[in-house]
């Protein structure tokens, strides 16, 4: 549900990861915070955690200004992965106009991720959004450990869904993490194009968004 | 509504008291008094928060005086929005959490009414099958009544049956003896009164002893005594003999039209169905007797026929009628509409016994004032 208002010219779009618990998703928007440059940047606001767990929830704003004045922004959002905090997520998730899965690749933890993806379809359709057309990119994360499920295992399995390719990531070492993000901004654009006729009217394509908005800090050095 | 997600103003952040304190502690830090405020005059630095301009910082001795104040200023910013967020959150998740339990209040509600309305029916449906067993009851303990009654009349008639016969054939004999006597007795005008008192009371007992003798062979019937095998049986006949019989009871100014017609034979209990014809046919003859008319002019129909269903068997009168309020009940036994000791209750039950037992069918067609019809259908196999 993406907030415009054209008097201000402003187009306010909102991106969730959702997950099961400590699956990374509050590192991955930490580690976007640290690694993007993108054209403008807020402040990541980590709201109460406790023993590393996100009660509420962390919130990174990103933005771009098109051609036509257009101020686009993006706010970036975690919720809480434990079951308790249900309604939370429900919140968070309203209005929601992509969404960033972000799975546990150890192979104990693959019915957590089944359970998480369930709860993210059930909760899209209590608060009016539909799972199909979302624009939506999966991650699994923690590459690094041990006893992962393998790459190409996940891939097949997920290989007849609308979210393939997966993401591999390692979200704690900085890997993987834009990545994911540009799949996500590119499934986004097509959307918001559509809707907002980024293109035409704001001469923002396809590249420049996702360019301006996933800059990588070493990469606008260079 | 607002969202939790979205934008705070600077007056979403800070209460005007709380603006007021912050300028003056700012004032304090810096050289010239500064100063927050939603208006943007010349030279004023935004203050911005997530991107956001919230408001103007002016005054100062500097530009980057103001500079350091805005960055401050912005720095607590995010702990007072973050403090917001998290309340504003809290508030609409609780508030979609009250709203979500109503909900399943309501639901509950209406189960729960679902639920006594269910109970409360099932209360009625409990009523209904009490007053079923209740009633089921009441026809047992009817039935075990009537057949023990019906053993007790079994019983009675099988004694009553040797002294009725005895004293029926004394009395004949009396009789006759009176005669005698009337031929040795000197004939005066005293002892021809005194012999023809004699000769009445002894006719009087012996219809009395032939009436208790008819009751008997009745109860005998009913309760089914003399059970005897099932024969080839002439309808024709049996009704016939019933006639006579009936005829020499009531006398034979007693107008009973027989048309029998040609019949093939039934297998059946020939003195049962003997004894159901004479009741039918007694019925009819006590019928005319009460009728307006007397005997006088009424009329008795016997009348018999095949079709498909079997024999037929029409006895049918243009005497009293059954009252309507009665007709209900004239199969039960025992119940009677003559004077006490005028019927015994039984013969239209042994009517409707036997011709159930000859897996035949009773119909009574009754006009109160204009006569009775009785139909009997016995199927021939």
């Known amino acids: ?222 | 509504m607002r969202n939790f997600e979205d934008d705070p103003t600077l007056e979403d952040l800070l209460t005007s008291d709380q603006l007021k304190r912050l300028n003056r502690m700012l004032s304090a830090l810096c050289r010239e008094p500064v100063e927050i405020s939603g208006n943007r005059d010349s030279g004023a630095v935004a203050l911005e928060f997530n991107l956001e301009t919230v408001g103007w910082l002016s005054g100062g001795s500097s530009g980057q005086e103001r500079l350091a104040a805005a960055d401050l200023v912005s720095f607590l910013m995010m702990f007072i929005a973050k403090y917001r967020l998290a309340a504003n959150l809290h508030h609409d998740t609780t508030e979609a959490s009250y709203a979500e339990l109503q909900k399943q209040n309501e639901a509950l509600k209406a189960s729960e009414a679902r639920y006594r309305a269910l109970s409360s029916q099932l209360q009625d449906k409990v009523d209904e099958q009490v007053a079923v067993i209740k009633q089921a009851q009441m026809d047992l303990y009817e039935s075990a009544r009537l057949r023990s009654v019906g053993q007790l009349a079994a019983g009675v008639a099988h004694e009553i049956n040797n002294p009725i016969g005895f004293m029926s054939s004394n009395l004949k004999v009396a009789g006759e003896y009176v005669s005698d006597l009337r031929q040795m007795v000197p004939d005066t005008d005293q002892n021809r009164e005194l012999l023809d008192d004699f000769a009445d009371l002894i006719g009087e007992s012996s219809d009395g002893a032939s009436r208790i003798a008819s009751i008997v062979s009745d109860l005998k019937t009913f309760s089914s005594i003399d059970q005897a095998d099932y024969t080839l049986c002439d309808v024709n006949e049996l009704l016939s003999s019933a006639v006579h019989l009936l005829q020499t009871e009531y006398g034979q100014d007693l107008d009973i039209l027989e048309k029998p017609g040609e019949l093939p034979k039934i297998s059946g209990h020939p003195s049962r169905l003997s004894q159901t014809f004479y009741n039918l046919l007694d019925n009819a003859a006590q019928a005319l007797r009460a009728g307006e008319q007397g005997t006088q002019g009424g009329r008795i129909l016997a009348k018999t026929s095949v079709d498909s269903d079997g024999v037929r068997v029409v006895i049918q009168d243009n005497g009293c009628g059954i009252a309507e309020d009665i007709r209900e009940q004239v199969f039960d036994a025992f119940f009677t509409s003559r004077p006490v000791g005028a019927g015994t209750g039984l013969g239209l039950t042994v009517a409707r016994d036997t011709v159930r037992a000859h897996r035949g069918t009773i119909q009574i067609d009754s006009r109160e004032g204009k006569g009775t019809r009785v139909t009997l259908s016995l199927p021939v196999r």
């Not at chain 1, 933005?63 to 993006?74: H, V």
């Not at chain 1, 809707?195 to 301006?212: S, V």
């Open chain 1, 1 to 222: 549900m993406a907030d415009h208002s054209p008097e201000e010219n402003r187009l306010a779009l909102k991106v969730v990861f959702y997950g099961p618990a400590l699956s990374g998703k509050t590192t991955n928007l930490m580690q976007l915070h640290s690694l993007l440059n993108p054209q403008r940047k807020g402040e990541l606001m980590v709201l109460e955690t406790r023993d590393d767990r996100t009660l509420f929830f962390d919130m990174l704003p990103i933005g771009l200004k098109g051609d036509s004045g257009l101020d686009l922004r993006l706010k970036l959002y975690t919720v809480p992965g434990q079951v308790q905090h249900d309604s939370t997520r429900k919140a968070v998730l309203s209005r929601a106009d992509a969404v960033v899965f972000v799975a546990d690749s150890q192979a104990g933890q693959q019915d957590n991720n089944a359970t998480a993806f369930g709860n993210l379809e059930e909760n899209l359709d209590k608060v009016g959004l539909d799972i199909d057309s979302l624009p939506m990119a999966v991650q699994f994360n923690k590459r690094d450990l041990p006893g992962v499920v393998g790459d190409a295992e996940l891939q097949q399995r997920w290989a007849g869904t609308p979210w393939a390719p997966l993401q591999m990531a390692s979200a704690l070492h900085g890997k993987g993490v834009i990545d994911t993000f540009r799949v996500l901004l590119d499934r986004l654009y097509t959307e918001v194009d559509r809707e907002f006729a980024l293109h035409t009217d704001h001469g923002i394509d396809r590249d420049t968004f996702i360019r301006q908005l996933s800059a990588a800090s070493e990469e606008n050095r260079a």
